[in-house]
């Protein structure tokens, strides 16, 4: 069964931090790729940062380098999302997304499986 499950979303200042969850089953988190992105209103989603969970190897586009990280708990299925050092251009709607694993690492990568998302607002 799979399953998505996003949670840490809210609102802070300029210049703050948040963690994202996204608790899934273990079918989902077993050896995938799992994702977040994002998307702010009136445009497309983008990707943020992805890990492939078998083997803790991680991806990030380059608006978030340095200011992202993303992780994993196997003890709990659960991948995070430290943002720290945030902008009001971070502001958007944050998805969990899963599967496929190949191509997880680079490049195009199209997940077939979303949660429902959690929204971040980043205020000045």
């Known amino acids: 069964q799979v399953q998505l499950v996003e949670s840490g979303g809210g609102s802070v200042q300029t210049g703050g931090s948040l963690r994202l969850s996204c608790a899934a089953s273990?079918?989902?988190?077993?050896?995938?790729?799992i994702a977040w992105l994002r998307q702010r209103p009136g445009e497309e989603r983008e990707g943020v940062a992805r890990i492939y969970t078998g083997g803790e190897y991680t991806y990030y586009a380059d608006s978030v380098k340095g200011r992202f990280t993303i992780s994993q708990d196997n003890a709990k299925n659960t991948v995070y999302l430290q943002m720290n050092s945030l902008k009001p251009e971070d502001t958007a709607m944050y998805y969990c997304?899963?599967?496929?694993?190949?191509?997880?690492?680079?490049?195009?990568?199209?997940?077939?499986?979303w949660g429902q998302g959690t929204q971040v607002t980043v205020y000045s």
């Open positions: 997304a899963a599967d496929p694993p190949h191509g997880c690492l680079g490049g195009d990568w199209y997940p077939n499986y």
């Open positions: 273990a079918y989902t988190y077993s050896s995938n790729c």
